[in-house]
């Protein structure tokens, strides 16, 4: 991988301690559990497998694109917007996107955004860039991301043995490492051209999930 940035502080940026309210968001998660769709490690594999190839291939890009600054902020910004149709989804990302500036700048020099609630996988490429990281770590991080998050509630979310599902991660591993390859042949593509794959049952469920009085994530 190229970069000044060090393999340990992609492990600090990438580390799911990092206090950047990523803990609070199950990424669909819990909607599809109260929906009786996952249920065991099974189920998480197909739904992990699933958001990796769709969510996951869109932060990769994303994350990529703002670490290299081949497109501005706002582009990016506008075009993560316009790839996630559900309001819910929108604002768990901004919210997302803010905590983790907030935490960025208490570690690096990261510039100001054009607003403070950038999407989390743009705030998450930027912060890459300022740590001294390039976009391949961006990429890697940002897919992985998209799996860790949800591996994690589904622990809380189903009593689902950790160790199984920490196997399950490392299964993934390479289908991480697949998805972060294909996003880095998007970064000279125009932000129109970025990949846009979706999920419209995460999305579905995510406004549904946004109504519940009581849910034990943000979304």
């Keep these: 991988m190229a970069g000044s940035g060090s393999l340990a502080t992609l492990l600090v940026l990438a580390d799911g301690r990092l206090p950047a309210g990523g803990?609070?968001?199950?990424?669909?998660?819990?909607?599809?559990?109260?929906?009786?769709?996952?249920?065991?490690?099974?189920?998480?594999?197909?739904?992990?497998?699933?958001?990796?190839?769709?969510?996951?291939?869109?932060?990769?890009?994303?994350?990529?694109?703002?670490?290299?600054?081949?497109?501005?902020?706002?582009?990016?910004?506008?075009?993560?917007?316009?790839?996630?149709?559900?309001?819910?989804?929108?604002?768990?990302?901004?919210?997302?996107?803010?905590?983790?500036?907030?935490?960025?700048?208490a570690m690096w020099p990261v510039p100001a955004p054009h607003r403070p609630d950038v999407h989390q996988p743009v705030a998450f490429g930027v912060i890459a860039a300022a740590a001294g990281l390039a976009p391949e770590h961006a990429a890697v991080a940002a897919a992985y991301g998209t799996v860790s998050g949800p591996a994690s509630a589904a622990v809380r979310l189903l009593g689902l043995d950790p160790y199984g599902v920490h196997a399950l991660l490392a299964r993934l591993a390479a289908d991480c490492d697949a998805v972060a390859a294909t996003a880095l042949t998007h970064l000279d593509k125009p932000v129109d051209e970025l990949p846009a794959d979706g999920a419209p049952l995460l999305d579905i469920g995510a406004e549904h999930h946004a109504t519940w009085e009581v849910r034990l994530f943000a979304s």
Excluded at 67 to 75: H, V
Excluded at 79 to 105: C, F, W
């Design 23 to 105: 803990h609070a968001h199950s990424s669909g998660l819990e909607a599809q559990v109260s929906a009786g769709r996952v249920r065991s490690v099974d189920d998480l594999a197909g739904f992990l497998t699933g958001r990796l190839a769709t969510g996951g291939l869109v932060a990769a890009t994303f994350a990529a694109a703002a670490c290299a600054g081949t497109a501005a902020w706002e582009d990016l910004d506008a075009g993560l917007d316009a790839r996630t149709p559900s309001p819910a989804l929108r604002t768990a990302s901004r919210a997302q996107g803010r905590a983790l500036l907030r935490a960025g700048r």
